[in-house]
């Protein structure tokens, strides 16, 4: 059997087991897998494999996983970033309202094909995604080559769509796209989050979950102060006794932030066996509450539990870079805390294996280890930033961009080659996600332009948004935060 792919002299992370760094090193991939990652011979370059990369002046590393993240509104990128939070929090009830409501389906396209690209050409090869309607999505991603869990969010107390036709279209969803493109795009069970879901939605959850036992569920879990009041007002102690009475906290749980979690919710996610996804830059960006803790990680991490990093809402704060989520989980918990909360290799796997293992997928990807699927990337390391590379890992988690991404290849399939995207029209992308805001500003009266942009007034706003859902959600929170004052 003929060697797919040969990269011969490249800096090669493997993020295995051991750390390992070859620094001229050459990976072999065979049918999709990889076969061999060990020091380059001289003869390597004379192999007769189909292709051939002389890595020379390039580090190749396990392709990203974004562990938590939301492609659907991509095209608004800039839009939100100068608004006040409630500002930001009410466009976009409003808008995820509209969406839920059967509006802006143009908008959701160009956002996944935008997103798609974006995380393609940055190195992302797996992503998992929940979000209003994300067919659009498992489709754009799988016929990109690019690997991703996707389902619709499911809540009862945040927009206004009858719980029946929710649940009726996630078992939709799953049935179509669960283990399509073969078996790069799969399905997640998605709750919202546990601060606008009422225990009935959990039960029913669970439910859907029983059915359908090999997928992840996908939720926001400890967000916020108001998690543990809902769970309260849910009838439990907290959001963790909520999932673990409907039978939701077991290690197909992903667990998105995760910001007020305390010791005995980390010892019981570890005993679960559940994950985190940890998202530092939206929470850096849109900060509520200055006096709350900074997500636990390195407790986490001490306790056995598996935690990725996501990007969240990239258009929230401006950035389709992974890499940048490493830099500010560094950044933001050394400032919260003290130096030294993480080394750099930490953060690399974080970005890698570790968010593979979040996504119970860390046999399959992750790492550059022969048996496993051959998703990894080239980074263009020959350049005045990378000079001399000193400590490799800290110049991918402090120093690398997007922009440094030169090679992509998923299942063993070169996705993009010295920065030629070869599974996408990104010219076609630019353009279509350029009409589609034009057409959003239009129909919305949003003022949208390369200035920045301004929502409409309040008066639409509140026309625009879901009445009953959020009238139930404060009234349950309110009523509970009154009943923990008074003990009743």
């Given amino acids: 059997m003929t060697t797919d792919i040969l990269i011969h002299d490249a800096l090669v992370l493997p993020v295995d087991g051991e750390n390992r760094l070859f620094e001229r090193g050459t990976v072999r991939i ?29 580090l190749a590393m396990p392709g990203l996983v974004n562990a938590h993240t939301h492609p659907e509104l991509t095209p608004l990128l800039g839009a939100f970033s100068d608004l006040d939070l409630m500002e930001l929090v009410g466009s976009m009830t409003a808008i995820y309202s509209d969406i839920a409501d059967g509006e802006f389906d143009y908008l959701i396209e160009a956002g996944y094909e935008l997103a798609a690209l974006n995380f393609l050409v940055g190195g992302v090869t797996t992503v998992n995604a929940m979000d209003v309607k994300p067919w659009a999505g498992a489709k754009t991603f799988g016929e990109a080559g690019l690997r991703g869990f996707f389902g619709p969010a499911l809540t009862d ?6 719980v029946d036709e929710q649940f009726a279209d996630a078992r939709a969803f799953i049935e179509e796209y669960h283990g399509a493109y073969d078996d790069r795009i799969r399905a997640a069970v998605c709750p919202h989050d546990d601060w606008s879901c009422s225990r009935d939605l959990w039960e029913r959850v669970a439910a859907l979950a029983a059915e359908y036992p090999d997928l992840l569920v996908h939720t926001h879990l400890l967000e916020l102060e108001e998690s543990n009041t809902m769970a309260r007002a849910n009838g439990a102690d907290d959001s963790l006794a909520l999932l673990d009475e409907v039978g939701l906290l077991d290690d197909r749980l992903v667990a998105a932030h995760f910001r007020v979690a305390d010791e005995e919710d980390i010892e019981r996610t570890a005993a679960a066996g559940a994950s985190v996804a940890h998202c530092p830059s939206v929470f850096c960006y849109w900060n509520p509450d200055p006096e709350m803790q900074w997500t636990p990680v390195p407790e986490l991490r001490a306790a056995g539990v598996d935690v990725g990093l996501g990007i969240d809402d990239h258009y929230w704060h401006d950035s389709y870079s992974l890499f940048g989520e490493a830099r500010q989980a560094r950044l933001a918990a050394n400032l919260k805390r003290t130096a030294g909360q993480y080394s750099s290799m930490e953060l690399v ?9 979040a996504l119970g997928v860390g046999d399959e990807l992750g790492s550059l280890e022969p048996g496993k699927r051959a998703d990894l990337v080239l980074l263009d390391t020959d350049a005045p930033k990378f000079t001399p590379m000193t ?3 800290a110049n991918v988690v402090n120093n690398a961009a997007p922009a440094d991404v030169e090679t992509v290849i998923v299942d063993g399939e070169v996705l993009m080659r010295d920065g030629e995207v070869r599974t996408m029209e990104a010219d076609a992308i630019q353009r279509r996600a350029e009409e589609a805001v034009e057409r959003f500003a239009a129909e919305t009266d949003w003022d949208i332009d390369a200035g920045g942009s301004v929502p409409p007034g309040t008066g639409q706003l509140v026309r ?24 009743f």
Avoid: H, Y
């Fill in 30 to 58: 065979e049918d999709g897998r990889i076969v061999e990652v060990r020091p380059t011979k001289a003869d390597d370059c004379d192999t007769d494999a189909d292709i051939v990369i002389d890595g020379e002046g390039s």
């Fill in 157 to 162: 107390l945040f927009w206004d769509v009858p």
């Fill in 349 to 357: 796997r974080m970005l890698t294996i570790e968010g593979a293992r």
């Fill in 391 to 393: 400590n490799a890992p």
């Fill in 464 to 487: 625009d948004l879901p009445k009953r859902g959020p009238v139930r959600l404060l009234g349950r929170l309110a009523l509970q935060s009154i009943e923990d004052v008074f003990e």
